[in-house]
């Protein structure tokens, strides 16, 4: 046992004070930070103040002044409108040129046949669906007095149905359109999370095993050390390296939500982040970690060469990114008959149950069924990966999947 938590403590340590593992992991939190606070960062680098984008209004008709006043009546966040005399065309060309005003809006035409061109440097999508929006309701407005149409009988028309939508249980929750939109947010970060860490994690263990086996220090390690206890004894080293980068982005989103005015109550409170859907990921993606990690195990025991365990871990990758796919083609289409039926497969099940269960498309049972097969598959997989371990470390030669693994197993029996 003293042997196990030696080769876990190396194991987990030799990863941590890396300064490549301590770089990746503080630019990891920057950019979460940053990502939480995207809003506040552009606005703070623009330099430029809400409100301050000027429209020069420029027409043909001289009582078209009316128009920008209007327009000013609709006037948001983003743009407020400055009319300007009549002026020619070249006087436009000039108005456009000279670069005092940001946008110059072009009306030309009155009532139906209203027309606009608003001049601008092609940078502000924004700013341009604003006047756009604008102008239409301008648009509006100056067509109802026209036609002088009743104004409350019109707004009778276009309020909106007081509509409102109710569970037949009362304790029961509707589902809403911000609902909507943060559990496909927590779906496919859970989901991504899950196929970053099994994939990171797999490749190390692989490349740990062929490097001591290359430089031939696994020999000695054998010769002190039980190979099954050494191969478990790395998962589990790995296992808390990531326990650590999860725990850094769980800091991370702490640290970011402090600069938000809700903080972290709002991101929990708001639905951005669900407290039971989390939940079932890190159970999740622990059952994942070990899954893949005892066959990138397994499979790094057959790797005599560092410069083949990217091909000998190729299969798991090709796993881990069908899963990931799936679950963003599945994403809205949960019950799909091939979704269901991928869940209950141990290599896909960690990333669609998380999409079944934060879209409540999946009974209890069949939650508690797919967990069962999956700690079942897991249990099953590290014993077939202990027993090709044991005879994989002290195999030397090219890589073959197929005869490889008889040949381990054949050596770890005579090992007894």
């Known amino acids: 046992m003293h042997n196990f938590w030696t080769i876990v403590g190396h194991t987990a340590m030799s990863r ?8 990746s992991t503080v630019i990891t939190m920057a950019l979460i930070v940053g990502l939480l606070n995207i809003g506040a960062i552009m606005s703070f680098f623009s330099g430029e103040e ?18 920008a006043d209007a327009l000013n009546a609709q006037i948001n966040d983003q743009s407020g409108y400055e009319y300007l005399p009549v002026v020619p065309e070249k006087g436009l060309s000039e108005v456009v040129k000279n670069g005092e005003y940001p946008f110059v809006l072009h009306v030309t035409g009155s009532g139906e046949s209203l027309q606009a061109t608003l001049y601008s440097e092609g940078d502000d999508y924004g700013t341009m669906e604003a006047v756009q929006h604008n102008v239409q309701q301008v648009k509006e407005s100056f067509l109802v007095q026209q036609l002088d149409v009743d104004l409350g009988k019109l707004e009778a028309i276009y309020a909106p149905v007081a509509f409102e939508n109710q569970p037949f249980d009362e304790e029961g929750t509707v589902d809403t359109e911000e609902s909507q939109g943060s559990r496909h947010f927590m779906i496919w970060g859970t989901t991504y999370a899950i196929f970053l860490i099994v994939l990171t994690c ?30 478990f004894g790395k998962l589990i080293g790995l296992g808390l390296v990531s326990l650590v980068s999860l725990a850094s982005l769980i800091v991370a989103v702490v640290i970011g939500s402090s600069f938000k005015e809700d903080g972290l109550d709002g991101l929990i409170t708001g639905g951005a982040i669900d407290i039971g859907l989390l939940g079932y990921a890190l159970v999740l993606t622990l059952l994942g970690y070990f899954l893949y990690g005892g066959v990138a195990a397994m499979l790094g025991a057959l790797v005599s060469r560092t410069e083949d365990v990217q091909q000998a871990v190729q299969p798991l990758v090709f796993l881990a ?16 008959t091939f979704v269901q039926v991928l869940s209950y497969i141990p290599f896909f099940s960690p990333q669609l149950l998380i999409l079944r269960i934060g879209e409540g498309v999946i009974a209890p049972w069949e939650i508690v069924l797919i967990l069962a097969i999956l700690v079942v598959s897991v249990i099953i997989v590290n014993l077939l990966a202990a027993r090709v371990y044991k005879g994989g470390v002290l195999m030397y030669g090219k890589l073959s999947f197929k005869h490889g693994i008889k040949q381990a197993l054949a050596l770890s029996k005579k090992e007894k």
């Open 202 to 231: 797999s490749m190390m263990i692989a490349t740990e095993v062929a490097t001591e086996k290359s430089s031939r220090v696994m020999e000695l390690i054998v010769s002190s050390v039980n190979p099954v206890v050494q191969m």
């Open 321 to 336: 990114l069908a899963a990931f796919i799936i679950v963003q083609l599945g994403m809205g289409a949960s019950d799909a």
């Open 16 to 23: 941590l004070k890396t300064k490549a593992y301590m770089w």
């Open 50 to 67: 809400e409100g301050t984008d000027v429209v020069a209004v420029v027409t043909e008709e001289a009582d078209s002044g009316d128009f």
